[in-house]
Antibody, heavy 122, light 106 residues
């Protein structure tokens, strides 16, 4: 059974940093692209960042480019999202999501984690 | 960037009704489109991929069609368990989600 368990969310002040983690199990982690998708309170889904199975290719939404960094440790079956210079508009539930294929492009999500809430507020 | 527009934003229908949701892309995306269902308080769940392929375990009352710029998600006979918000997502060029369609049961 595929499981994705996010952690690291919480309350942070504007300008602060957080690191989200997602521990995966139930599949060959390094063989699949992974993604972070967020959802602001009462709003729709927004793609944040993606990474290929080998870690060699990373992708970012314009809204987070230069502030967020996606990475993965295939030996630990773990996906990360380092979030710096956080803003109030980054407040959202952040979902870790498994791609159906190896690459980011031409890919879609076949499994989602339950999400971790990030609140940016003073 | 490719924009995805869903209609309607909210839909109210009775149990047993056929329901159709439309998703339009701002440029051609071939058939690189997925549909997700998000029930209240839960993470999204994959329904359809590559425009018309039903994900394993998804009830057969769900179906998808379309290509290019116009796509539809249909529910052949609406059930109480289908109360949810539905999102389309293009994966032709980066990723973009539609704004969602909330389905309510009359």
């Amino acid at each position: 059974e595929v499981q994705l368990l996010e952690s690291g969310g919480g309350l942070v002040q504007p300008g602060g940093s957080l690191r989200l983690s997602c521990v995966a199990s139930g599949f060959s982690f390094g063989s699949y692209g992974m993604t972070w998708v967020r959802q602001a309170p009462g709003e729709g889904l927004e793609w944040v960042s993606g990474i290929s199975g080998s870690r060699s290719n990373t992708y970012y939404a314009d809204s987070v480019k230069g502030r967020f960094t996606i990475s993965r440790d295939n030996s630990k079956n773990t996906l990360y999202l380092q979030m710096n210079s956080l803003r109030a508009e980054d407040t959202a539930v952040y979902y870790c999501a498994k791609g159906a294929h190896y690459n980011f492009y031409s890919n879609y999500v076949d499994y989602w984690g339950q999400g971790t809430l990030v609140t940016v507020s003073s | 960037d490719i924009q995805m527009t869903q209609s309607p934003s909210t839909l109210s229908a009775s149990v047993g009704d056929r329901v159709t949701i439309t998703c339009r892309a701002s440029q051609s995306i071939g058939n690189w489109l997925a549909w997700y269902q998000q029930k209240p308080g839960q993470a999204p769940n994959l329904l359809i991929y590559t425009a018309s392929n039903l994900e394993s375990g998804v009830p057969s009352r769900f179906s998808g069609s379309g290509s290019g710029t116009e796509f539809t998600l249909s529910i052949s006979s609406l059930q109480p368990d289908d109360l949810a918000t539905y999102y389309c997502q293009q994966y032709s060029s980066s990723w973009t989600f539609g704004q969602g369609t909330k389905v309510e049961i009359k």
